[in-house]
């Protein structure tokens, strides 16, 4: 089944300027608009991503304002394509591993976890396994940081949620209401 959803991309801050409504996923948003600086999100989860073809950093976005990017926790006001988060069920539980491929020391987790050392005895997971829901990974303690979504799945290794190293500082579930 696919999600419906509707996001509003402006050019300048505070939902000034050109504007882009989306309802769908989109590889090039280009096209559209020339920078980013403020989002509305009308329904559904989204990930945007700093680069075409859904590549670069990601910023995991709910219903609700974003005025200006800092709201989202970006870098600058590139935002080159998105697509709807899929796997936003009510039922959420991941479990996350140690090591490569699912070994080592394991724990299982189905609420948000905003200082993971403070739970898990590492700053690093290696793999995770998305049992349901979606789930964002971000480097830093209390959802702050570069991002990662994880949607429902297997990932064997951390390059496989398109992070450069396994470091996870906090973990939060993606709701789309």
Aim: glycine fraction near 6%; aromatic fraction near 16%; hydrophobic fraction near 35%.
């Amino acid at each position: 089944m696919d999600r419906v959803g509707k996001i509003i991309f402006y050019e300048d801050r505070n939902f000034q300027g050109r504007y882009y409504e989306c309802n769908s996923d989109c590889p090039e948003l280009n096209i559209h608009f020339s920078r980013c600086n403020s989002v509305r999100v009308e329904s559904g989860a989204w990930v945007l991503y700093e680069r075409p073809n859904y590549l670069g950093y990601q910023y995991i976005l709910t219903r609700g304002e974003y005025p200006d990017y800092q709201q989202w926790m970006g870098y600058n006001d590139s935002i080159r394509s998105c697509r709807i988060v899929r796997n936003t069920s009510g039922l959420f539980r991941i479990r996350i591993y140690e090591c490569l491929h699912f070994t080592g020391k394991m724990m299982e987790f189905s609420e948000d976890v905003s200082t993971l050392l403070e739970h898990w005895q590492f700053q690093e997971v290696h793999s995770a396994h998305v049992q349901d829901g979606a789930w964002v990974f971000y480097e830093l303690p209390n959802f702050r940081g570069r991002q990662y979504l994880l949607e429902k799945g297997e990932y064997r290794r951390f390059i496989e949620w398109a992070a450069m190293n396994p470091t996870v500082g906090s973990i939060r579930r993606v709701h789309d209401f």
